[in-house]
């Protein structure tokens, strides 16, 4: 008899899909006109998301979408149809600030926060910091605003119990996304990879992991240059997903259900190693 599984549906393997849209805000961040060669955050809004919309409800598989408060601004409508669409919404800063944030960080954290819930109708609970910056006022800003979940982190290959203020907290978990072969921006900016290579890539990574921990963490940006938006890009991402569904035993979930299910258990997702 095989062992129970941990993870939702009784799956062996759990994928969350993540788009990170990543759109005009990431170059309004850095005081840039989104002209010529800065107009591929706008590639995201115009081309991107709708292209993800279609290849994820051709497959039937939920997402969760990290949005700048900035883009939610300029593109409502948008969002809006990526909620409407069963997607989930989740925050991913202003202006998508990667540099330290000093006494703004409190405030930015809680704008975002309203515009995305004023604009869908509803509150995001998950979060993903820009480029990796965190404080220490980060986690327990987000708690209070009713936060559940951060997947900024890259040190586990499982979810475990978030540490705020010191104590390890059982109503907030971290579900990391430790694969960077997992995520399009690596590959194709470092990497120079090509559609096929990372394609390759990601079917190597779901083979592993889903003979071991079952959790797949897949991350694309929408947009043009980076990411994943672009014809050839989201054939490939596309080609990922089917051969994902295949898999025996594969449930797709979004970061919210999945953090839901962790933390109906908390005693489950404590950090093994601290
Ligand atoms: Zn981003």
């Not at 994820?56 to 969760?64: D, E, K, Q, S, V």
């Not at 900035?70 to 800063?93: F, K, N, S």
């Not at 499982?158 to 399009?184: C, H, K, Q, R």
């Not at 994943?228 to 898999?247: H, I, Y």
Request: some cysteine; aromatic content about 8%.
């Amino acid at each position: 008899m095989s062992a129970p599984s941990r993870w939702p549906e009784e799956a062996r393997c759990v994928i969350c899909v993540t788009v990170h849209m990543d759109g005009p805000a990431v170059e309004a961040g850095k005081g840039l006109n989104h002209l010529g060669i800065h107009s591929r955050g706008r590639y995201a809004a115009r081309r991107g998301i709708p292209r993800s919309l279609e290849v994820l409800a051709r497959h039937g598989i939920p997402a969760t979408y990290f949005m700048c408060g900035y883009d939610a601004e300029l593109y409502p409508g948008l969002m809006r149809d990526v909620h409407a669409a069963g997607h989930e919404i989740a925050a991913h800063g202003y202006r998508h600030e990667g540099w330290e944030l000093g006494d703004e960080e409190v405030g930015l954290l809680e704008r975002t926060h309203a515009i995305l819930s004023d604009c869908v109708g509803e509150a995001p609970v998950g979060w993903c910091s820009p480029s990796g910056r965190k404080s220490a006022v980060t986690l327990p800003t987000l708690r209070r605003l009713g936060y559940v979940y951060d997947c900024s982190e890259k040190d586990e290959d499982l979810p475990y119990l978030a540490s705020i203020g010191g104590a390890m907290a059982e109503d907030f978990i971290i579900l990391p996304n430790n694969t960077v072969s997992l995520d399009d921006a690596p590959l194709y900016v470092q990497g120079q990879a090509s559609a096929a290579e990372a394609l390759a890539n990601w079917l190597e990574e779901l083979e592993a992991i889903a003979a071991g921990d079952g959790y797949l963490h897949f991350i694309i940006h929408p947009r043009a240059g980076y990411g994943s938006g672009t014809p050839a890009r989201m054939a490939a991402a596309d080609r990922f997903l089917a051969a994902a569904k295949a898999v025996p035993g594969v449930a797709f979930v979004t970061l919210k259900e999945l953090a839901a299910h962790c933390l109906a258990q908390p005693g489950t997702w404590r950090s093994p190693r601290g």
